[in-house]
């Protein structure tokens, strides 16, 4: 059974900083891409930022210079700092990742459970 597991929100000022950790466990043979994604009360989930397995990363416009997606391969994890944030910054925050495993040799998209991160004085 493959799970991601976030860790990392929370509530900042305006201006701080705070960084998100995605784990993945189960029998993993590998994994593709990871990302990270994003959903505002009243508004669609959206992209935030994705890292391929090898490759160029790939920011929301809205994010770029501020935040900064990596991964380690050998722990399985990708991670997100998040850097001046702003209140338009406040969503929940899902994990994604593209996994291949027993049952889906070739991927499976997967999702994390949610991670609240609030930026407010």
């Known amino acids: 059974q493959v799970q991601l597991v976030e860790s990392g929100g929370g509530l900042v000022q305006p201006g701080g900083s705070l960084r998100l950790s995605c784990a993945a466990s189960?029998?993993?043979?590998?994994?593709?891409?990871m990302g990270w994604y994003r959903r505002a009360p009243g508004k669609q989930r959206e992209l935030v930022a994705v890292?391929?397995?090898?490759?160029?990363?790939n920011y929301a416009d809205s994010v770029k210079g501020r935040f900064t997606i990596s991964r380690d391969n050998a722990k399985n994890t990708v991670y997100l700092q998040m850097n001046s944030l702003k209140p338009e910054d406040t969503a929940v925050y899902y994990c994604?990742?593209?996994?291949?495993?027993?049952?889906?040799?070739?991927?499976?998209?997967?999702w994390g459970q949610g991670t609240q991160v609030t930026v407010s004085s």
């Open positions: 994604n990742a593209d996994i291949r495993s027993w049952t889906h040799m070739m991927g499976y998209n997967y």
């Open positions: 890292i391929p397995s090898g490759g160029v990363t």
């Open positions: 189960g029998s993993i043979f590998g994994i593709n891409a």
